[in-house]
């Protein structure tokens, strides 16, 4: 499996800041507070198709909140998609284009309310089934003092480094998985298999990409989106889907990123659109910030009609 990125680790060691309050490095992590298992977050198990790395059975998944609304889960260690429910007044008829979210979290844990739910609601509004993907993260301390103390170790520099690319392959096999069993359910869920597509955010950005760049026929997404994601140079695959990236030029991890993955995409002839935000930084998915990356969702939502993905 061709992995993208590997050599990237300063940069991606950072990426969990994805969709937490910006705030500087360890303030924020004494903020996390454990929470129960929400009511919504308990997803159908997807198969595993690569073993999980050694310790990770013995730990067992653990939700947390950073401030109001910002949902975390860490030591996910059985993949789960969380399928959900149609948007009120839509009511679910065949041939309906799923997306599959892909949170991000920097591998440490999946930002479940800026990167999925919040995303997700608006989605459903357009007549798309979502998807919520649950891929297994780092195998973490069980307890929620272990969980900031890796936290802080990530951003302060508190600890010994974290080899976050090591969760990749296990995030990379898991939204195969995920692409696999939405098809294979196509009827129940009233989906068309011709048009599954994934949306990644940061980590869950690099995810999509890695997967792509795999090139397995049978996981290929129809359409793919990668926000706050990469777009330094790198393969494309043979087959590439229509592509939609946005990215700010204030992002503190991809910002100063060359475009040479926009420009090979493009120079492969498959279809790509590309939006560079003056401003923004890193986790704009729902949370607005005054500025043009706030407008994101509207330009991702007129592209899937202009690609015929939506009506």
Known sequence: MRIFHRGCMALAALLALSGVAR?????WVQQVQPIALPADGKGIALPVTLPSPKGAESRHEAWAQQGPGQRLVYNVNRPELIVVPPAPGVAPAGDQPAVILVPGG????????????GVAERLGKLGVRVFILKYRTLVLPDSIDGFRDALASTFAGKGPPIDILQDLPYAVADAQSAVRTVRARAKEWHVDPRRVGLLGFSAGAMTTLAMMQADV???MPDFAGLIYGPTKTGPVPPHAPPLFAALAMDDRFFGKDDLGLIDGWRKSGASVE??????????????????????????????????????
Do not use: R
């Open 106 to 117: 920097g591998f440490e844990f999946l930002s479940m309310n800026n990167e999925g739910y």
């Open 274 to 311: 590309f939006h560079l935000y003056s401003g923004g930084g890193h986790g704009f998915a729902s949370q607005p910030n005054g500025t043009t990356s706030d407008a994101w969702f509207s330009q991702y939502a007129l592209w899937l009609k202009a690609m015929k993905i939506v009506p």
């Open 217 to 219: 026929p049978d996981t």
């Open 23 to 27: 705030a500087a490095p360890g303030d």
